[in-house]
């Protein structure tokens, strides 16, 4: 009871909040290898390498423990111990230094993601080798042209052609294996024409240096390969990492419960175990899992997550207590109402799925562009090879290279780079910021919202109140304090939070919904509800607590939940920026409108319950408007789920967190950033699909004309690439503008 | 041009040497963590000097 974590500071650079002190048994996840058992945790909120050695040296320090290793990248910490070392004692021991912690299943881990990144990377490599070797041979042809003998320049372009191959074969599996799937369904891709206009490069390649020709294309062929396994690669780690952070977050809902078998003995299970009817133990500050009915014990519960109510409310035997609500003060028994795969509201993830389903039909602006391109260069090819062949009187050799030629400089390089580039550059941007992007076209949507609505708990306000009465003398003040430490009250945290470091009464007792009381300096002391000190009742709209020491009249404590520090820069920043805002929260009015007030924002809805945010969602976009939802519990999640783009804190709830497209944390400084990045990081990469078009502008008539050698080609596709990713670059150079 | 005959040979062994480092380092997992080497390197534990032997 005397644990108030306040002295668990998370990351030491602070790049990250801290984390959750809610740690979970993982008992049920640990894995038996011959003697040694080991285990997988998640471990949020570490980021650099004080972190590192912290967390390691503090697992490693426990008895047994042989390895502990901690990947910075993806936050897993691999643990291995032998003896009978208790599992809960390592993710106490991660939590306790400040550090949100979770089981991982090894059974869900991304194997699938990273072998696909990794033999990307692998076939890059080989590209890359080939690349470089093929041009220093082709260099030298292009370099004695009409100097050098024709055996020597058959001799290097046979030469070039056997290191095309086995490259062709191996880093060019990604693009035939995907366009012969598309192609067995009667439809068309990206990788159609690149898989064409690599076997036929090649090929033509092969029978110009069979006759001794002066023209071949191996060069252009490998290069191609490495430009587009580049934008592939750049692809596949963006996807991974949106997908093992969903990964992450779905870690920490697979909490584990203790479960109170059958003879008493309470013992840690996964939380997909549990049936409905099984009894659950609900240690103080756990949080509740399943949805579950109240059998013995009372508590407060803090809902905020569920409802949007920022203040516990009193519990017990025989009342209903939702997933997502903390227990705060005493131990409660139960019987869960359903398993934990339903125990969300059903029509909050009933809205979830719907919201989902919307977002999918949103199309890429890249899609957009494959889409025309694919038909145009196709055709465009086939016109010049029927053009030189038919009409021209050219030979069906020279009339098939030059269309080969015109499928080689048209293949889209740039294109395949222009989005993928811009996307890391813009995440990595952002990651600095304080948010992570969840999905690559987060981006797209992001930069096209009008409009923000925020919800008010936890997100404008910090969600946690703070002691507002300035008159209380800081002797009664240290008083109050001593009883407050022994609490999780919120109220009772925020006055120790005021007080500062002291000591604990002695035998504190806390009366769960009406306060707590204890000896203080020789003296009985209450502190509580004006009922619980026999107090008037004041006419203060916020939170407040009466301390009574001995038979001396209560003093008022108000408390009140403050707003976010920046928050009214953060919205004049927005509204700079042309965007609407407005309040749409499930908490009382009266807290809502003085928020709304502060703040001058006009527009707001207070006792909205999910179904009224979802539909006054609807009703924006029927109106045409793109609405960037901020929101973080789970009564946002619905709206999160169906809003154009949504953002959510990183203290959210997980399913909130899952169902919004970023991230982010450390207040609401980077909400403008976000914004500000996205629209940036869409202007780029529209002009990067501008640059690609143009470059095909310039370089399909030479192609047509029959002009595009092997020179010319390798210079246009490299340079293309290489401006792409340059005017990529540019979204970190301007920092300080937007930043 | 004779000299051909073997330098090119070398160039592509040498480029060869430096694909099968590459690729050795991806399949042994040299990049599965790049933030944490980068932190790792400048983690030293405070350790007490060694004594300074006397001769």
Redesign the interface.
Same mark, same amino acid.
């Not at chain 1, 901690?70 to 993806?74: A, E, P, Y």
């Given at each position: 009871m005397t644990d108030l974590s306040l002295d668990a500071n998370g990351c030491p650079s602070g790049l990250a909040p801290p984390g959750g002190s809610d740690a979970s048994d993982p008992g049920a996840f640990v894995r038996k290898v011959g003697k040694q058992s080991r285990l997988s945790l998640t471990v949020r909120g570490a980021k650099? $390498?004080g972190c /590192? *050695?912290r967390i390691e $040296?503090v697992v490693a320090a426990l008895p047994g423990v042989e390895s502990a290793r901690?990947?910075? *990248?993806?936050g897993k910490l691999d643990i291995a111990w032998s003896g009978n070392l208790e599992p809960r004692r390592i993710s106490e021991a991660v939590s306790g230094l400040g550090y949100g912690v979770a089981p991982l299943d090894t059974a869900t881990e991304d194997d699938g993601h990273k072998k696909e990144e990794?033999s990307l /990377?692998?076939a890059m $490599?080989?590209a890359g080798?080939a690349t470089?070797?093929i041009m /220093? /041979?082709s260099v030298s042809v292009w370099g004695g042209h009409g100097e050098m003998g024709e055996a020597?320049r058959q001799g290097l372009h046979a030469?070039s052609g056997v290191?095309a191959l086995p490259t062709l074969i191996y880093s060019g599996r990604p693009f035939f294996k995907s366009a012969w799937n598309v192609l067995k369904k009667r439809r068309t891709n990206m990788d159609v024409p690149i898989s064409l206009a690599l076997i036929l490069a090649f090929s033509v390649s092969v029978t110009e240096t069979l006759r001794g020709g002066e023209h071949a294309y191996f060069d252009a062929a490998c290069m191609l390969l490495f430009f587009l396994l580049i934008g592939r690669f750049l692809d596949a780690r963006v996807r991974r990492r949106a997908w093992s952070a969903a990964r992450d977050l779905a870690a920490l809902a697979s909490r584990t419960v203790t479960r109170i078998g059958a003879d008493g003995s309470p013992r840690s299970v996964r939380a997909e175990e549990i049936r409905p009817g099984d009894r659950i133990l609900l240690a103080p500050g756990e949080r509740a899992v399943v949805d579950m009915v109240i059998e013995g014990g009372e508590s407060e519960v803090d809902e905020s997550l569920v409802t949007g109510e920022s203040l516990p409310r009193w519990t017990g035997a025989g009342m209903k207590l939702m997933a997502g609500s903390i227990n705060l003060s005493q131990p409660l028994t139960g019987q869960a109402t359903a398993a934990a795969a339903d125990s969300l509201l059903a029509e909050i993830s009933q809205m979830l799925t719907a919201g989902e389903q919307k977002r999918s039909t949103y199309r890429q602006i890249a899609d957009k562009a494959v889409s025309l391109y694919v038909p145009l260069v196709h055709s465009t090819a086939l016109l010049t090879f029927l053009g030189w062949w038919l009409v021209g009187g050219m030979g069906l050799r020279e009339a098939i290279l030059i269309a080969v030629s015109t499928l080689i400089i048209t293949c889209p390089c740039a294109l395949a780079l222009a989005a993928p580039v811009v996307q890391v550059v813009a995440a990595g941007r952002l990651f600095k910021g304080g948010a992570y992007l969840k999905s690559g076209d987060a981006l797209e949507r992001i930069a096209a919202c009008d409009h923000v609505i925020f919800d008010k708990t936890g997100t404008l306000t910090l969600g946690t109140p703070r002691l507002i009465s300035a008159d209380v003398p800081a002797s009664l003040l240290a008083e109050a304090a001593q009883l407050a430490r022994a609490s999780r009250h919120p109220l009772s945290r925020a006055l120790t939070v005021a007080a500062g470091p002291g000591p604990l009464a002695k035998d504190v007792k806390e009366r769960p919904g009406l306060g707590l009381e204890g000896e203080v300096n020789g003296a009985p002391c209450r502190l509580g509800s004006a009922e619980w000190t026999g107090a008037k009742a004041a006419g203060h709209v916020g939170a407040t607590l009466f301390f009574a020491r001995g038979n001396e009249a209560p003093v008022e404590l108000r408390f009140e939940d403050d707003i976010q520090s920046g928050a009214a820069g953060m919205l004049a920043q927005l509204s700079a920026m042309g965007m609407t805002m407005e309040i749409v929260s499930g908490d009382r009015t009266e807290a809502v409108a003085e928020v709304a007030r502060t703040l001058g924002i006009d527009q707001w809805t207070a006792a909205a319950s999910p179904q009224a945010k979802v539909a006054r969602l609807e009703a924006l976009q029927a109106a045409g408007r793109k609405v960037l939802m901020v929101g973080d519990g789970l009564n946002d999640a619905g709206a999160l789920a169906l809003a154009h783009a949504s953002a959510a804190p990183g203290g959210a709830l997980d399913v909130s967190q899952s169902a919004a497209d970023a991230v982010y944390s450390g207040g609401l400084a980077p909400l403008p950033g976000l914004v500000k990045t996205a629209r940036l990081a869409k202007a780029v990469m529209l002009q990067n699909f501008g640059f690609a078009a143009a470059y095909n502008l310039v370089a399909v008539p030479i192609a047509v004309l029959g002009h595009a050698t092997p020179l010319v080609a390798a210079i246009a596709m490299s340079g293309s690439s290489i401006i792409v990713c340059l005017n990529a670059l540019r979204i970190n150079l301007n920092t300080e503008k937007t930043g | 041009m004779s000299g051909l005959i073997f330098l090119i040979p070398i160039a592509l062994v040498m480029g060869a040497m430096g694909l099968v480092g590459f690729l050795w380092a991806v399949r042994s997992e040299q990049f599965d963590d790049p933030d944490g080497a980068a932190a790792r390197i400048l983690i030293s534990p405070d350790e007490p000097l060694p004594e300074r032997k006397s001769e």
């Open positions: 650099c $390498g /590192l *050695s $040296g901690l990947n910075l *990248s993806n990794q /990377l692998l $490599g080989v080798f470089a070797n /220093l /041979l020597t030469l290191i | -």
